[in-house]
């Protein structure tokens, strides 16, 4: 398993779009990814809704959890997260 | 004579619409979900049904939708099907519950996880409406609106959601609503259908069906008998002079914003964020690497200066060589001096093989010794203009006192207005906080422009306040340098700058700096940019 940070730069904070293609990467890849606030409980990204409730705005940083041990396939999760949550 | 009475609202859209009000009761079945039960696995299935149903729904009004209101069904699609949605749902069933009241508590369950966060309030009135409509599967009630197919009409209701939107026949001119706001998905798809919108319009109830209205949505009006020669046009800015004002560089992050913002007439790059250069890359780039990256992107940047931020880690984390040696220090030396050294020198390496004017800068610089740190390091490596960002509020009073040691200084809008409301010049609740046109932040942005003029200070903003054509000369005015845009908006920013005289943006500014909150400095200044604009 991966864990990284990934911060938030959409000037919106993570809104529902952006929240519905993570949980459409996750499905799409068949991996598990869960985030969270830094050292706070992490949610799995199965729905957009418990992303949602994270409540991210602008500037936050973000602790990702990803169910893979391919290091390839990790930094392209990472990549897209990171340009998914650019806005 | 006709009585003319004006009701104030938000307006979404920006072209004035006459229409015969039509007010729509909203019987939805949310007011009494049956409570009656099935059974477990009855009512189970019945929840599966009616979501599919809608589900099906959704789908089908996405073939037909333009790609804004598409968008927003496939969200909204998204959220109905969210696991952990109809798991809470599945449970309440399991305890007792029937569909629809099970869902509508799954719903309430969210809505009290985000409240009173006003954004995510409006996806849970989405949410809602989506259980109006599974409800309305369950029980087999009709949930469409009955609309007329011809007139012009001005809806008014209470609330319209994103579902109704799509269902609007072609006599729907126009919607007023009591309550929803300008972000709500209703009003995203209104704005992609241009259909005119007034939301939050408390005084929509006194409105009565025949009554013809005047939909103003760029004075956040509506006028009950008025006609279109009271329409209110959006701002648009006749460049009356050859050259802005002051220049407007770009905000650059990829090759592409580098060409973009060529073929958009910038006068350089006023902010490359160069980290993002990288995103790509699980390892630190060697010094080489990075040299060559740095002269393909000088070659696509727009004639004028490049202005380099260093490696900034706040906005990249993800970036595995940047995150090494972080501390929980602010200071542009967090990803370790020795790689910003690096940096340096082989931005050196790629401003003599390109005969570029490079200028570099330090992100999250909070005092006048981390400045001095960062001009030393930048002078012993190379011949730059040296800067720093001004996003820290602490370091405001500390630039006096890089007179002479310091070229220039670029202020990130958003960041700097983040500090200022963490030292409490900014009252948290205050809901438009986030609004470059905060008292508080003009008149730090003030501040900032006197003092750099004094010291002799290039000044600029790099936020994305600068990418709003009207608050540009408002910096203009302020005494502001340089501006730089996203690539996208440089033809507005310009076109605003150049549509003004010196004397106008300072007075400009000045009305800005009279407002006690962000709305009201926006209305000040705007209605004097009205004027000049004839």
Known sequence: ?87 | MKEIRTLKGVGVGLRSQLGEVFTVQKTSPNTSPSSETKGVQEETRALQRAIAKVSSQLNQLQQKAEPTARDVLIALDMMLNDVSLIEKAEREILFGSSASEAFFAAVREFEELVSPDPVLMERAADLRDLADQVAGAISGVATALVLPEQGELVLVATDISAIEIMQLTPAVVGVITQFGGPTSHAAIMCRAMDIPMLVACSEAPQLRSGEWVLLDPVADRAVVGGTYDLSTQPMSFQASMPEPLIPVFANIGSMEDASLATASRATGAGLVRTELLFLGSSHRPTRDVQARIYRDLFERCPAGPIVMRTFDVSEDKPLAFLSENLTDNRSWKEPGEELIAEQLSSLVQAQLSSGREIWVMAPMVSDASQALEFIKLARSVGDFRIGVMVEVATLIKDLALLQGQLDFISVGTNDLLNSLMKSDRLNPEDLSQTSHWQPALISALAEIAGICSDAGIHSGVCGESASDPAFSIVLAGLGFNSVSASPSQVGQVRAALSSVSESQAREVAAAAQLGLSADQSKTLALAKLAGFQG
């Open chain 1, 1 to 87: 398993m991966f864990v990284g940070q990934v911060s938030i730069q959409d000037p919106l904070g993570l809104h529902a779009r952006p929240a519905g293609e993570i949980v459409r990467l996750s499905r799409e890849l068949g991996i598990a990814i869960r985030l969270g606030r830094p050292g706070a409980a992490l949610v799995s990204a199965n729905g957009p809704l418990a992303l949602l409730a994270l409540k991210l705005k602008t500037g936050d940083h973000v602790t990702v959890e990803i169910e893979s041990s391919d290091s390839e396939q990790v930094t392209q999760v990472m990549a897209r997260l990171q340009e998914i949550l650019k806005g």
